[in-house]
C-alpha cells in the first residue's frame, strides 16, 4: 500500500508559478510511476504530466514547455514545477503512484486556481 499527500496548490494570477508536491509514504519502494493527473469542473480527469523510476517523462500536449514533473528519490516525493499559468490550468491536481503490476494509488487533490 502507498499513501500520497499533496500539496503546494493555491490561487494565482496568469503567467505566474507553483509548484506542486506530493511525498508517498507506507510502502514508496514498490512505486515504478508516479504522475499528475487534474479534473475541472464538468471535465474528465486526465493525464497531465508522469515520470518512471528511470526519469522518462511525459506530458500532455496542453502544459509541454510550461509545467516540469521531477523526482526526489530520498524523499520519496514527486514534484510539479508550473510555469506561465493560464486559466484553463485551474483544475483539482491529483498525484497518482503506480506499481509495476498497473496497480494505482491516489492522493486527496489540490486546487489550483489561475484567476485574475
Known amino acids: 500500500q502507498v499513501q500520497l499527500v499533496e500539496s503546494g496548490g493555491g490561487l494565482v494570477q496568469p503567467g505566474e508559478s507553483l509548484t506542486l508536491s506530493c511525498a508517498a509514504s507506507g510502502s514508496p519502494s514498490i512505486i515504478y510511476v508516479m504522475a499528475w493527473y487534474r479534473q475541472a469542473p464538468g471535465k474528465q480527469r486526465e493525464l497531465v504530466a508522469r515520470?518512471?523510476?528511470?526519469?522518462?517523462?511525459n506530458y500532455a500536449d496542453s502544459v509541454k514547455g510550461r509545467f516540469t514533473i521531477s523526482r526526489d528519490f530520498p524523499k520519496n516525493m514527486v514534484l510539479l514545477q508550473m510555469n506561465i499559468l493560464k486559466p484553463e490550468d485551474t483544475a483539482v491536481y491529483y498525484c497518482k503512484a503506480e506499481n509495476f503490476y498497473g496497480t494505482g494509488y491516489w492522493g486527496q487533490g489540490t486546487q489550483v486556481t489561475v484567476s485574475s
Open positions: 515520470i518512471t523510476n528511470e526519469e522518462h517523462t
